[in-house]
């Protein structure tokens, strides 16, 4: 079993209904652990892979007639779509809030969603290729006390509410990973927990060039008349 940061200490310190914790971060590798990790999220390896394969094919039927951004904007609404049609059944359902999409499980108080990533698998941790709403930061409960003026190291994980959100990030080449990141300024942040699936491949003309504007509907919509 391969675990970097084997060590999995919790202090948890409840202040007005938030939770700080105090973690060093873990990435799993080993295929058994892999596994043996997403049973407790009542999740399934080959699964989540299917589900990154809908992003990845979307992604590639992008044309050079299509705009610039059309491969990413593909990926990302199939990855969605891969995410529930993959997985939905159980204690798994439909998940749409503050305007991001995914599924979420009740009785773990988890959700999934899906970003194309600039990287995922590797040493660095992943960085979403478009910036992420502030929907993703809500439901990512990770800015309370920043917002609150309180400065805290960066080694301190800070959560609110009852539910964690996990990303299904997957890259160019193929690469995916079920990560636990902290979202702060319209990117991923860091990861308290990454999950390797599977390493990618050389896909070729896989190119999510700009990616989408954002993963999230909460935007500005301006509309003006002519």
Same mark, same amino acid.
Request: include cysteine; glycine fraction near 8%.
């Given at each position: 079993?391969?675990?970097?940061?084997?060590?999995?200490?919790?202090?948890?310190?409840?202040?007005?209904?938030?939770?700080?914790?105090?973690?060093?971060?873990?990435?799993?590798?080993?295929? &058994?652990?892999? !596994?043996?990790? *997403?049973?407790?999220?009542? #999740?399934?390896?080959?699964?989540?892979? %299917?589900? =990154?394969?809908?992003?990845?094919?979307?992604?590639?039927?992008?044309?050079?007639?299509?705009?610039?951004?059309?491969?990413?904007?593909?990926?990302?609404?199939?990855?969605?779509?891969?995410?529930?049609?993959?997985?939905?059944?159980?204690?798994?359902?439909?998940?749409?809030?503050?305007?991001?999409? &995914?599924?979420? !499980?009740?009785? *773990?108080?988890?959700?999934? #969603?899906?970003?194309?990533?600039?990287? %995922?698998? =590797?040493?660095?941790?992943?960085?979403?290729?478009?910036?992420?709403?502030?929907?993703?930061?809500?439901?990512?409960?990770?800015?309370?006390?920043?917002?609150?003026?309180?400065?805290?190291?960066?080694?301190?994980?800070?959560?609110?509410?009852?539910y964690k959100t996990y990303y299904l990030m997957v890259d160019q080449s193929g690469?995916?990973? *079920?990560?636990?990141?902290?979202?702060?300024?319209?990117?991923f942040l860091r990861c308290v927990e990454r999950i390797f699936l599977i390493e990618?491949?050389?896909?070729?003309?896989?190119?999510?060039?700009?990616?989408?504007?954002?993963?999230?509907?909460?935007?500005?919509?301006?509309?003006?008349?002519?």
């Amino acid at each position: 079993m391969l675990i970097f940061s084997s060590t999995n200490e919790v202090q948890k310190i409840n202040m007005n209904e938030a939770v700080v914790e105090s973690i060093n971060p873990i990435t799993i590798i080993e295929p &058994g652990a892999v !596994n043996h990790r *997403l049973s407790e999220l009542q #999740l399934e390896r080959e699964k989540l892979i %299917a589900a =990154g394969h809908h992003a990845l094919a979307a992604a590639a039927s992008a044309s050079p007639l299509h705009p610039s951004n059309a491969a990413g904007m593909f990926a990302y609404m199939d990855g969605v779509k891969g995410l529930r049609a993959e997985n939905l059944g159980g204690n798994w359902e439909f998940f749409r809030e503050e305007g991001v999409e &995914g599924i979420s !499980n009740d009785e *773990l108080r988890l959700r999934v #969603l899906f970003a194309n990533v600039n990287q %995922a698998c =590797g040493k660095a941790h992943p960085k979403a290729r478009s910036r992420k709403g502030a929907g993703s930061e809500r439901v990512a409960c990770g800015d309370m006390f920043e917002a609150a003026g309180v400065d805290l190291p960066v080694s301190v994980v800070k959560f609110h509410g009852d539910y964690k959100t996990y990303y299904l990030m997957v890259d160019q080449s193929g690469a995916m990973e *079920l990560s636990l990141p902290v979202v702060k300024n319209g990117q991923f942040l860091r990861c308290v927990e990454r999950i390797f699936l599977i390493e990618g491949g050389d896909l070729g003309a896989t190119d999510f060039s700009i990616d989408e504007p954002s993963s999230d509907t909460d935007l500005d919509v301006v509309i003006s008349r002519k």
